[in-house]
């Protein structure tokens, strides 16, 4: 079996859309109808396998209102995936995506943001009086190249395909950004440009 992996997933978007609940649900398999907004951060941690490979990932719940974005630097570095969390009820918090996934490139600083995984969540779909179309959020996502899941944490449903997803995307993303690029390959390149072939001079 191949060596064990740690991973860090952050969850952001605006306040009430369920961050808590989706990972209290996919952690702890709970879910609580009393709203608490989270101060600052909170954190839980999950150990388990996947693909033959034991992973350990540490999910950050991120407040979503104003006075503590101040925190975002510190809580975003090191993020391996970032889940743009949404209320399938409330257009405004759809709307504000764009401008989260902005502000954590910028806070984050990762090394190369154009292939950043994120993975985009649509949830509370139990509720009847949903405002924003699937079509919405999936056109969404393709312009940005990101997965998109519809989810209701009160009802666990599509709760653990939404992380797993996350998480093989970071362990994919992690990998690529691992493999040292083929040095024999560069050398060859350079030769080419420098007018050489097979070692006979074109001069």
Same mark, same amino acid.
Not at 82 to 99: K, Y
Not at 180 to 192: H, I, M, R, Y
């Given at each position: *079996?191949?060596?064990?992996?740690?991973?860090?997933?952050?969850?952001?978007?605006?306040?009430?859309?369920?961050?808590? +609940?989706? *990972?209290?649900?996919?952690?702890?398999?709970?879910?609580?109808?009393?709203?608490?907004?989270?101060?600052?951060?909170? &954190?839980?941690?999950?150990? *388990?396998?996947?693909?033959?490979? *034991?992973?350990?990932?540490?999910?950050w719940d991120t407040a979503g209102t104003e006075r503590f974005?101040?925190?975002? +630097?510190?809580?975003?570095?090191?993020?391996?995936?970032?889940?743009?969390? &949404?209320?399938?009820?409330?257009?405004?918090? &759809?709307?504000?995506?764009?401008? /989260?996934?902005?502000?954590?490139?910028?806070?984050?600083?990762?090394?190369?943001?154009?292939?950043?995984?994120?993975?985009?969540?649509?949830?509370?779909?139990?509720?009847?009086?949903?405002?924003?179309?699937?079509?919405?959020?999936?056109? /969404?996502?393709?312009?940005?190249?990101?997965?998109?899941?519809?989810?209701?944490?009160?009802?666990?449903?599509?709760?653990?395909?939404?992380?797993?997803?996350?998480?093989?995307?970071?362990?994919?993303?992690?990998?690529?950004?691992?493999?040292?690029?083929?040095?024999?390959?560069?050398?060859?390149?350079?030769?080419?440009?420098?007018?050489?072939?097979?070692?006979?001079?074109?001069?």
């Open positions: *079996m191949i060596g064990k992996s740690n991973l860090k997933i952050i969850l952001i978007g605006n306040s009430g859309v369920g961050k808590s +609940a989706l *990972m209290n649900q996919y952690v702890n398999n709970r879910f609580s109808n009393q709203y608490r907004a989270t101060i600052g951060a909170d &954190f839980l941690t999950k150990e *388990m396998r996947v693909d033959n490979r *034991m992973v350990s990932v540490q999910i974005q101040s925190l975002g +630097a510190a809580l975003y570095r090191g993020s391996d995936c970032c889940l743009l969390v &949404f209320d399938v009820t409330s257009p405004s918090s &759809f709307q504000a995506i764009e401008a /989260w996934r902005t502000e954590f490139l910028v806070q984050a600083d990762p090394s190369d943001p154009e292939h950043f995984p994120f993975v985009v969540i649509g949830n509370k779909t139990d509720l009847a009086d949903r405002q924003v179309p699937p079509r919405q959020g999936q056109e /969404w996502c393709k312009g940005f190249n990101a997965q998109y899941f519809e989810t209701s944490a009160k009802e666990s449903v599509n709760v653990e395909d939404a992380f797993l997803s996350a998480v093989r995307t970071a362990l994919k993303n992690q990998k690529e950004m691992e493999t040292p690029p083929d040095l024999n390959s560069v050398q060859l390149n350079a030769e080419k440009r420098e007018g050489t072939t097979d070692g006979k001079c074109n001069c």
